[in-house]
């Protein structure tokens, strides 16, 4: 039985024994809205405790993709995904399966810092496990105060927990919602252009944050930013009309890539 699953369902794929890891399947993946086709047929492998990168061009599916991974894709009204999305072996579309149980796993993080306007710093990290959250025996204030560390946060607001989650910087923010997302301990964590809002130095922090989350939880990134995707990145993909064109180990995508539209984009010949 998946652990995403509430029983058994015949010809689905079962989540293996033993610890979740984070390991992402993609099989022949569509997406739409309504009647316009966004993806065709992505199938690729996301490593687990790795980061990994999606490039491409505007509007070629890249965030599509992205919220298709946890389920987030169907909230919009006429979207729809077919194909096979496994995390860990299990089907995340199976007939059974609570789509708030795969947003838990599979945690995200967004383009512009989102913090709950009406809460505390306290009370923004707290959100998720006050709706329900297993706390594994711990103290809400331990997980709290866990989730800033793990977001490097911890330092710079641990005298001010009961201010408003807004009254931080941009960057700050950011940190703020990954702290958010790490609490209810996901496998994964999805981040949507995290850095298109924030200056170089606050950049600089979600860029090495990313990094030192790899060896816990598996990354999943998009980003307009080939640069921002060299540094931080062990594998990357890159999408182009809503297509996978080529995946494969950051450096060998951006020295040698294998096909010709990759090496144009990367040379800035398009996109």
Same mark, same amino acid.
């Given at each position: 039985m998946s652990a995403l699953e509430t029983n058994t369902m015949p010809n689905r794929p079962a989540a293996p024994a033993g610890p979740r890891v984070g390991g992402i399947d993609t099989r022949d993946v569509h997406a739409w809205f309504d009647r316009h086709h966004v993806l065709h047929g992505i199938t690729l492998t996301i490593a687990p405790r790795q980061v990994t990168a999606i490039?491409?061009?505007?509007?070629?599916?890249?965030?599509?993709?992205? $919220?298709?991974?946890n389920r987030m894709h169907e909230l919009v009204p006429g979207a729809r995904v077919g194909g096979q999305i496994l995390l860990d072996g299990g089907d995340i579309y199976g007939p059974s399966v609570d789509p708030v149980l795969v947003r838990r796993r599979v945690g &995200? @993080?967004?383009?512009?810092?989102?913090?709950?306007?009406? &809460?505390?710093?306290?009370?923004?990290?707290?959100?998720?496990? $006050?709706?329900?959250?297993? =706390?594994?025996?711990?103290?809400?204030?331990?997980? @709290?105060?866990?989730?800033? =560390?793990?977001a490097a946060l911890w330092d710079e607001v641990k005298d001010r927990l009961e201010k408003p989650g807004t009254s931080l910087s941009g960057g700050q923010q950011? =940190?703020?919602?990954?702290? $958010?997302?790490?609490a209810?301990?996901?496998? @994964?964590?999805? &981040?949507?252009?995290?850095?298109s809002?924030?200056?170089?130095?606050?950049?600089? $922090?979600?860029?090495?944050?990313? =990094?030192?989350l790899a060896g816990d939880i598996t990354i999943v990134i998009v980003t307009h930013n080939m640069q921002q995707a060299a540094r931080v990145s062990d594998v990357t993909g890159f999408f182009l009309n809503g297509e996978l064109v080529e995946?494969?180990?950051?450096?060998?995508?951006f020295t040698r890539p294998k096909d010709k539209r990759t090496e144009d984009y990367i040379t800035g010949r398009f996109g």
């Amino acid at each position: 039985m998946s652990a995403l699953e509430t029983n058994t369902m015949p010809n689905r794929p079962a989540a293996p024994a033993g610890p979740r890891v984070g390991g992402i399947d993609t099989r022949d993946v569509h997406a739409w809205f309504d009647r316009h086709h966004v993806l065709h047929g992505i199938t690729l492998t996301i490593a687990p405790r790795q980061v990994t990168a999606i490039i491409g061009p505007s509007g070629c599916g890249k965030s599509t993709f992205l $919220r298709c991974l946890n389920r987030m894709h169907e909230l919009v009204p006429g979207a729809r995904v077919g194909g096979q999305i496994l995390l860990d072996g299990g089907d995340i579309y199976g007939p059974s399966v609570d789509p708030v149980l795969v947003r838990r796993r599979v945690g &995200m @993080v967004f383009q512009k810092p989102n913090p709950f306007p009406t &809460m505390s710093i306290y009370d923004n990290v707290a959100a998720g496990l $006050r709706l329900g959250g297993d =706390r594994g025996g711990a103290t809400l204030d331990e997980i @709290v105060e866990r989730s800033l =560390r793990a977001a490097a946060l911890w330092d710079e607001v641990k005298d001010r927990l009961e201010k408003p989650g807004t009254s931080l910087s941009g960057g700050q923010q950011q =940190r703020l919602c990954i702290a $958010r997302a790490l609490a209810v301990s996901p496998q @994964v964590l999805l &981040m949507d252009e995290p850095c298109s809002a924030l200056d170089p130095a606050a950049t600089l $922090r979600i860029e090495e944050l990313a =990094r030192q989350l790899a060896g816990d939880i598996t990354i999943v990134i998009v980003t307009h930013n080939m640069q921002q995707a060299a540094r931080v990145s062990d594998v990357t993909g890159f999408f182009l009309n809503g297509e996978l064109v080529e995946l494969g180990v950051t450096d060998q995508i951006f020295t040698r890539p294998k096909d010709k539209r990759t090496e144009d984009y990367i040379t800035g010949r398009f996109g």
